[in-house]
Each structure stands twice: as structure tokens, then as C-alpha cells.
């Protein structure tokens, strides 16, 4: 009987001796994740200073041949490298769908919104409410743009929806030009803006050197207003040939910062100076509007770069 059980300890000894070295072993190698094994979460608070630090989008470069034409750009404006982008999101509203490619020529447009003195030394009058000489222009509709065109002597014209989003997404595929969180630094929203304009060019401006194409004010474009993107042309579509709206573009003060996304647009009647900001709530009208400016674009092929001229989009000196 002593035998058995020296003979049973001595297994048992054995059988536990070399669970433990494999326990050991298994101990010293990295543990691989796997889908089907709950991994542990970080619970932390994301830290989002490295994000943002990286945010400001570096200028776009250009070859010596453009360069040589982006120095000839009429003073006030910035020269726009034509090409090829995925314009609208299958993901936000169903009037910004479908995604479809487009393509644009090179053009030139308004470093910033057009401004009050601007519009006052051409028109002889300022509509705006929220009154300054370098803050945008607002409660303006198509008509009062197109007779301010009609005295520039063609050194400006709206730009189509096509050219502005392209021009806004300066080559990126985020939510806004700066990536896929709201940054306050790019934009006047209802968040900082304090319930009204502000003078341009006090944000950062994206990679074409463009301020304000979120936020500030909302911006007219050419193009009749569609509920979806329908077949058009891929090369420099000019939108449907006649409509009851017209397209605006950007966001202003007081949007959401949802709505200063690239992609979202918007409509308004070409009489219409206000855009009325709807509530949820059985369509309530509330007594807060988005004011609604514009910027000017150029046709390099048939305007060229005709330099510096009466009508200035240059931003006049502060104060």
C-alpha cells in the first residue's frame, strides 16, 4: 500500500511539474487578438490635440507651368487647378447623392466672400444687416449678383456647384476640408460665431488658400437646384438647363456644424435675399436666418488673367 501511493505521487508530481512549465511558456508569448476573443477597451477620453495640430492642410503645390499662371490671377483671387473629384456623399442627405466623378478646367475664384465695401463701391448701396466693410455682403439674391456682374465687365461670374465643391474639397475626401472633426479654427457656425458675420479671412483657409467656404455666409452658385445629382456631363457640368431654385453652398454663422460639410447643399429661390432656418418641430419658421453672400469665379480661357482691375476682391486693410 505504501508502494501505490509513492507510485501516485510521484505522477501526480510529474503531471503538475510540466503544467506549470507549459502555463509558463504560454505566458512569454504575445497574445494575439482575434475577432472572436473580447480584446480590452480603452476607456479613456480620446486625445485629440494631435488630431488637430495636424489638421491645417498644407498648400497645394504646383508645378512651374501652373505657378506661372496662378501669379497671373486678378488681384483678390486664387488660381484653382482644374481636375477630376468625387463630387456629392452616398452617406449624408439624398440631394448630395449620388457620388459621381466630375472633372473641371483650371478657373480662378475670390480668395474670400465678396465684402460690403466691395459690393458698395460697384452697386452704390449696402444691403447687409450685419454692417462692416470687410464682412461678406449678405441678404443679396441671383438678380441683385447678376446686375453687380453686369457692371464688373465680366471680371466676375458665379461659379457652378461642380467648380465651388471642388474648389471648397481642395483634393480631400473628409467630411470638411480639414478632416472629419468640426475644428472652429476653418469656421464662423453657430457655435462661436455669436449669432452673426464676421469679417473675412479671419479662419483658416483651406489648401487653395480659400477662406471662409464654410461657414460666415452662404454662397450662391449658378447651377438650378435638383433634389439628386442626375446624368450629367462629367466634364465641367453646369447643373439643368432651367429650374425653380438655385443652389447655395457653405453654411453660414449659424449653422450646424453638420452643415458645413463639403457635400451638403442647399436651395433658394433666385428672389429670395433669406434663407429661413426651419425647425424640426412642424416646420416652425424661426426669427433666426443664414444670410446669404457669394464669391466670383473666372474662365481663365476666355478671360485670362487680366491682373488687378476697379473691381478689387482684394480684403481691405483692417480698421
Known amino acids: ?126 444691403p447687409a444687416k450685419f454692417v462692416g466693410p470687410d464682412s461678406p455682403v449678405e441678404q443679396v439674391n441671383y438678380f441683385d449678383i447678376k446686375e453687380f456682374i453686369s457692371k464688373t465687365e465680366s471680371r466676375c461670374r458665379l461659379p457652378t456647384e461642380a467648380e465651388w465643391e471642388y474648389a471648397a474639397r481642395a483634393g480631400s475626401e473628409t467630411r470638411y476640408y480639414w478632416g472629419n472633426l468640426m475644428d472652429d479654427r476653418f469656421a464662423w457656425f453657430e457655435d462661436n460665431a455669436e449669432r452673426k458675420t464676421h469679417p473675412v479671412g479671419q479662419k483658416t483657409p483651406n489648401r487653395y488658400g480659400l477662406y471662409d467656404m464654410s461657414g460666415n455666409v452662404w454662397e450662391w452658385v449658378e447651377d438650378w437646384y435638383t433634389p439628386y445629382y442626375s446624368a450629367w456631363n462629367r466634364d465641367n457640368p453646369a447643373g439643368p438647363e432651367k429650374g425653380e431654385n438655385k443652389v447655395i453652398r457653405g453654411g453660414s454663422f449659424n449653422s450646424s456644424a453638420g452643415a458645413l460639410r463639403s457635400s451638403n447643399r442647399t436651395w433658394l429661390n433666385p428672389k429670395n435675399r433669406v434663407y429661413t432656418k426651419i425647425t424640426l418641430f412642424g416646420g416652425v419658421v424661426n426669427e433666426v436666418y443664414n444670410y446669404i453672400g457669394f464669391r466670383c469665379a473666372r474662365s481663365i480661357e476666355a478671360e485670362g488673367a487680366a491682373g488687378s482691375s476697379a473691381d478689387s476682391s482684394s480684403k481691405p486693410a483692417a480698421g
Open 1 to 126: 500500500m505504501n508502494f501505490l501511493s509513492r507510485l501516485i505521487f510521484g505522477v501526480l508530481l510529474v503531471f503538475f511539474t510540466g503544467c506549470s512549465q507549459s502555463e509558463d511558456r504560454q505566458a512569454e508569448k504575445p497574445v494575439e487578438s482575434s475577432p472572436l476573443v473580447p480584446q480590452k477597451q480603452d476607456l479613456s477620453p480620446p486625445d485629440l490635440s494631435d488630431q488637430k495640430a495636424s489638421a491645417i492642410p498644407e498648400p497645394i503645390h504646383l508645378s512651374e507651368a501652373d505657378q506661372k499662371i496662378a501669379d497671373q490671377a486678378p488681384e483678390g483671387m486664387v488660381f484653382i487647378k482644374g481636375g477630376c473629384f468625387f463630387m456629392g456623399n452616398d452617406n449624408a442627405q439624398v440631394d448630395e447623392q449620388p457620388e459621381h466623378e466630375v472633372c473641371v478646367k483650371d478657373f480662378y475664384l475670390d480668395k474670400y466672400e465678396v465684402i460690403q465695401s466691395r459690393w458698395e463701391k460697384i452697386m452704390e448701396y449696402n
